[in-house]
């Protein structure tokens, strides 16, 4: 069974830090790209920061030099280091594959974690 469980997130201050979890099982985490993505109200889903299993990394333009993705393979971990946060940041964060996990032939998401930053 495909599990994304994301954790971390919360009401933060712009200028702030929060750093995200996610714990994957049911995916092939230790061979596919990891991501986190993010959907702020009335807009869709982005792809913020990606890993290979190697550790190299990619990121949007709006995160790049703030965000720092990272991964623990042992431990099926996919985590979100977010430095200098700006109320554009606001938004659910999600964790997946890179493309996105299919089950069924269905896009699977966890329940993700509401990132919130105040001006």
């Known amino acids: 069974q495909v599990q994304l469980v994301e954790s971390g997130g919360g009401l933060v201050q712009a200028g702030g830090s929060l750093r995200l979890s996610c714990a994957a099982s049911g995916v092939s985490f230790r061979i596919n790209d990891m991501g986190w993505y993010r959907q702020a109200p009335g807009k869709q889903r982005e792809l913020v920061a990606r890993i290979t299993p190697r550790g190299q990394t990619n990121y949007a333009d709006s995160v790049q030099g703030r965000f720092t993705i990272s991964r623990d393979n042992a431990k099926n971990m996919v985590y979100l280091q977010m430095n200098s946060l700006k109320f554009e940041d606001t938004a659910v964060y999600y964790c997946?594959?890179?493309?996105?996990?299919?089950?069924?032939?269905?896009?699977?998401w966890g329940q993700g974690t509401q990132v919130t930053v105040s001006s």
């Open positions: 997946n594959t890179y493309p996105n996990v299919r089950v069924r032939g269905l896009d699977y």
